[in-house]
């Protein structure tokens, strides 16, 4: 039986680094807008567009959108969700945006799309062949847009999509469709391995990466 995709855990030591709390005046302070349960049933197996544009400096692949991202249409909604805060802490935005205004993100270079399109409860629902697939299809869609960095957020997901069970996080020794590829800790507020610190932390060592190449 195949592996499914399961919280990331931290294999280095946490360092301390400054908190950084949003003010009610900055866009994470806002609350989203919470999605009946009707609605949410009704999102299983939407498929968000993806956000994206030729030429990126980095494209960030998600798993597949949870059901608050669907019904919101809006990537990596959920309010647990970290990636927004962990994409401000990385410095990839001047200020932490909003998933509402993630259409800010490709005038910064930056794109989001997934390994499998449809929406489900939890990433662990998704089967291994829906990943392996979800990994080729990416490796078009890089080919067509030639973003200069592809991120996924997910070991365990890009361990079973791209068929590489001993991959870390971190940059990849093989590149996809041309782009470097580098593979983040999954965000998602159940991945509790990772303090909102390490997570941007992690994001800051691409940021960093990306300037140096």
Not at 6 to 23: G, I, L, N, W
């Amino acid at each position: 039986m195949t592996a499914s995709p399961a919280p990331d855990r931290d294999p280095r030591p946490r360092r301390k680094e400054p908190t950084h709390q949003p003010t009610c005046d900055e866009p994470s302070a806002r609350r989203n807008p919470r999605p009946s349960r009707e609605e949410l049933a009704a999102a299983a197996d939407r498929t968000l567009p993806d956000l994206i544009s030729a030429g990126l400096d980095v494209l960030f692949v998600g798993i597949n959108p949870g059901l608050w991202s669907a019904a919101a249409g809006w990537h990596f909604a959920r309010p647990g969700n970290r990636f927004w805060p962990a994409l401000h802490r990385g410095g990839f935005t001047p200020r932490l945006l909003h998933p509402s205004e993630q259409d800010e993100l490709p005038r910064l270079g930056l794109g989001i799309t997934n390994l499998v399109d449809r929406a489900s409860a939890r990433a662990d629902e998704l089967t291994a062949a829906e990943l392996v697939a979800g990994a080729q299809e990416l490796a078009g869609k890089v080919a067509r847009y030639r973003p200069r960095w592809v991120a996924v957020v997910g070991v365990t997901a890009y361990r079973i999509g791209f068929l590489r069970p001993k991959a870390t996080f971190g940059p990849q020794p093989e590149p996809l469709a041309g782009a470097r590829l580098w593979v983040l800790p999954n965000p998602s507020g159940l991945n509790a391995h990772y303090t909102p610190q390490a997570l941007g932390a992690t994001f800051a060592e691409l940021r960093e990466a990306t300037r140096r190449e």
